[in-house]
């Protein structure tokens, strides 16, 4: 396969289906940050790899938001979804024997939770995640950090990073919010401790929960001082509100037990999604059992519903995918040197070519922060070259290798990459950067 073509790749069909969905989709997707340019459609995935409807193959780093872990059509997710249309469908009556299994799984696996509920997409577990803290506390405040994101509900819809990227003060994300609902999230900086303490101390016993993503990817990489994650821990139980970790991204991408299980702190409730389904709609949340006992119908107060959760297609794509990662840790360790490779390869590069730039990550990511010096939290990142940094995605995807087109987001490494496909990466991306600064 020449990934590595330099000529103009053709777009015809895909450019032909793009119309048809502006035609039904507004905007021709059905999710915003989906309108990329060409390519625009693909029809087949394999392994590492994309075909788009005309031909040309992508090396996949974009991985769909960090979906695919295993990767494409992999044959035991595909089994196993296989195997669970000969059982039930969905019945919307009691419990299947994969959505219990799925829950035992995962309590297994994941340190702090002990009991879990399953809903269907990232955006939902976070916002169950905030309603029982709420209602366990009485409280009405969320605490977010800058540029963390964690879906699409009112109350995480704010200080985002936008393709603007200079969007500190852009807020609300979206119209059609009641004012009340994105002001009482309270935003602080990540890796700074007192900006947390600031909020507790001129919001006294208002404060519900802290929601943070551990490592905060949708702002690339910036991974968190372990005096910072356990000071969070400490604070948060001294003042009574309750400790989200949003595992979205890093649950099962860098361990099995998630980031909670290399800083070794544990959450009161944890949100995961994306990776755990290898492609397929599933997500959850859970904590402890007091708390999670809110959400028990007789008897608890907190309101659990949704006619998708747990459906039994989902569920088999999760066990299969979550069995697959605990079985072969292995996957970690192959991931992580190969996300170490890329790293080191590409800061050789920007160094040779004199570029400023930073590359970071944590074990099978990476991100290029366009900037002079040393980031440690968001606000750094107001200085990252938001042009340089979707152009450089933007060539590497016209050369055949897909990652996602917004600035400082991350990439991602999956069980199918290759040292060879790494190496090959790496050549393209001394070609682009040099033409980059020509
Ligand atoms: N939390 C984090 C950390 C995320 O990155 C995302 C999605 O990108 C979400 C929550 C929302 O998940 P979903 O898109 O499945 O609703």
């Not at 802290?210 to 821990?233: D, S």
């Not at 702190?265 to 755990?276: F, I, N, R, S, W």
Request: hydrophobic share 40%; proline share 4%; net charge negative.
């Amino acid at each position: 396969t020449d990934t590595d073509a330099t000529a103009a790749r053709s777009h015809a069909k895909s450019k032909a289906l793009a119309e048809r969905a502006e035609a039904v989709f507004p905007g021709g997707v059905n999710s915003g940050t989906r309108r990329n340019g060409s390519p625009y459609a693909f029809a087949d995935g394999r392994g590492g790899y994309l075909t788009d409807l005309d031909g040309n193959t992508y090396l996949d780093y974009h991985a769909a938001f960090g979906a695919m872990i295993i990767g494409h059509r992999a044959a035991e997710v595909d089994d196993a979804v296989r195997r669970s249309m000969s059982g039930v469908d969905l019945t919307g009556y009691g419990v299947s024997e994969l959505e219990v299994q799925l829950g035992e799984l995962v309590t297994s696996v994941l340190p702090s939770v002990e009991q879990t509920i399953i809903v269907n997409s990232g955006s939902e577990a976070v916002a169950y995640a905030i309603r029982l803290a709420r209602a366990i506390t009485g409280r009405k405040y969320l605490v977010k950090f800058q540029g963390g994101f964690h879906g699409w509900s009112d109350p995480v819809a704010r200080n985002v990073i936008s393709p603007k990227e200079r969007a500190y003060g852009d807020d609300p994300i979206t119209a059609g919010m009641l004012p009340d609902s994105w002001q009482s999230t309270l935003i602080a900086e990540f890796n700074d401790l007192e900006s947390v303490r600031e909020l507790f101390r001129t919001h006294p016993e208002q404060i519900a929960a802290v929601i943070m993503e551990p490592i905060p990817h949708n702002v690339g990489a910036l991974v968190p001082t372990q005096e910072f994650v356990e000071g969070i821990r400490q604070l948060t139980t001294e003042q009574g509100a309750l400790l989200i970790f949003d595992e979205v991204i890093t649950g099962f991408r860098h361990a099995i037990g998630g980031y909670q299980e290399i800083c070794g702190v544990t959450p009161d409730l944890t949100t995961y999604g994306k990776a755990m389904g290898n492609g397929y709609p599933v997500a959850g949340m859970g904590g402890r059992r007091d708390l999670m006992q809110h959400f028990d119908a007789a008897g608890g107060d907190v309101g659990l519903l949704g006619t998708f959760n747990g459906n039994p297609t989902s569920c088999a794509a999760a066990i299969a995918t979550v069995s697959y990662l605990r079985d072969n840790p292995d996957f970690y360790t192959r991931t992580h040197a190969l996300g170490e490779r890329l790293r080191t390869g590409l800061r050789e590069i920007m160094a040779d070519k004199g570029i400023a730039a930073q590359v970071v990550g944590f074990g099978g990511t990476f991100s290029t922060y366009f900037l002079d010096g040393v980031v440690s939290g968001y606000r750094e990142l107001l200085d990252n070259n938001a042009i340089a940094s979707v152009q450089f995605h933007r060539r590497m995807i016209e050369r055949g290798f897909l990652m996602i087109p917004l600035a400082l987001k991350r990439n991602h490494i999956s069980g199918s990459h290759t040292e060879a496909d790494i190496d090959r990466t790496l050549e393209a991306m001394s070609d682009v950067l040099g033409d980059m600064r020509s």
